[in-house]
């Protein structure tokens, strides 16, 4: 397995959707598929079972087969990270050994949340982790979802720990993330993680993008910031707005059963959100098509692919 450096994760770098079937299980067809369709596009790695990977829906074991199977399909064409954050130290660190074993690229978590943690034992449990592989691993920060909002001062202590190389910052807040940028150094990997946000993290230092729209349209992402490297930020501009715009109409639904929809609009389907998710019915599918299609008439001077797809 190949060795990543840390300075070649960066980037547009989609938090992959979990394929299941019907049964809810774990769809491995269509997950290689999935790898296959995104490295065709040109994305520049893979985050797995995160958020929008449904991970906190599955056992280890299947969280593991996930791993496995995006690994063996990429063959080190790109990076994988692999989000082992799980409430129990003991878990993460199970995950975290098995991610190195299968050849990921890095590791990341959530701090453990639900119960209030002191700092010294979200300082332990990342710890833990770091000290069970070699691997680098990466902080996710998304307060929003966790109700753990670690500030500056915290990510500048957990950076102390050896292994801790980067983070994954979702949050709107990209004054508090470019200062963490410019404390911790060009040694430190910072990722944006709020799409919505991805110029604005980008332009204030991110080294890359991790985000969940990016399994539906990262051809918009990928020229986004091709269009900031050539130094046109007005282009880059409109790349994000069309973006934001169909974030936009997912939010006014279930987000991640919308991502998984449009996916299937694009001929690669992902199969069913697991449960509690719920299912779209026909009325649904068909008002989220109609506001993607209003989109499109009203406003789609990039021929986003999704939506040409419509009709």
């Not at 993680?193 to 204030?204: K, Q």
């Not at 993607?292 to 001077?301: A, D, E, H, M, Y």
Request: glycine fraction near 6%.
């Amino acid at each position: 397995m190949k060795k990543w450096e840390m300075k070649q994760i960066q980037g547009v770098i989609p938090a992959l959707v979990t394929p299941f079937k019907e049964d809810e299980s774990v769809d491995e067809e269509k997950t290689r598929n999935l790898v296959e369709y995104l490295l065709d596009i040109g994305v520049d790695g893979f985050y797995l079972t995160g958020s929008t990977g449904e991970g906190f829906l599955m056992d280890e074991t299947e969280r593991k087969k996930v791993v496995e199977v995006v690994i063996d399909q990429v063959k080190d064409r790109v990076p994988v990270i692999v989000h082992v954050g799980a409430i129990s130290t003991k878990i993460s660190v199970e995950l975290a050994k098995h991610a190195y074993e299968a050849g990921a690229a890095a590791v990341s978590s959530v701090p453990p949340f639900y119960y209030k943690f002191s700092f010294d034992e979200i300082y332990n449990y990342y710890k833990d982790i770091s000290d069970a592989t070699p691997l680098p691993l990466i902080i996710y920060s998304i307060p929003a979802t966790t109700g753990v909002d670690m500030g500056i001062d915290a990510i500048v202590k957990l950076a102390e720990i050896d292994n801790v190389k980067g983070i994954k910052y979702t949050s709107m807040n990209h004054f508090e993330m470019q200062r963490i940028k410019e404390r911790l150094g060009g040694n430190f990997a910072v990722y944006s993680g709020a799409d919505e946000m991805a110029l604005s993290g980008m332009l204030m230092g991110a080294d890359g993008i991790i985000g969940s729209s990016y399994n539906c349209i990262p051809e918009v992402f990928i020229q986004m910031l091709s269009a900031i490297e050539e130094g046109d930020i007005n282009v880059a501009k409109e790349h994000q707005i069309i973006a934001n715009d169909i974030i936009e109409i997912f939010a006014r639904y279930t987000y991640h059963v919308s991502l998984k929809q449009a996916m299937k609009w694009l001929g690669v389907d992902c199969g069913r959100n697991r449960r509690p998710f719920k299912s779209f019915t026909t009325e649904e599918k068909e008002a989220l098509r109609k506001d993607l299609l209003n989109l499109k008439q009203s406003k789609n001077p990039l021929n986003v692919k999704l939506l040409e797809t419509l009709s």
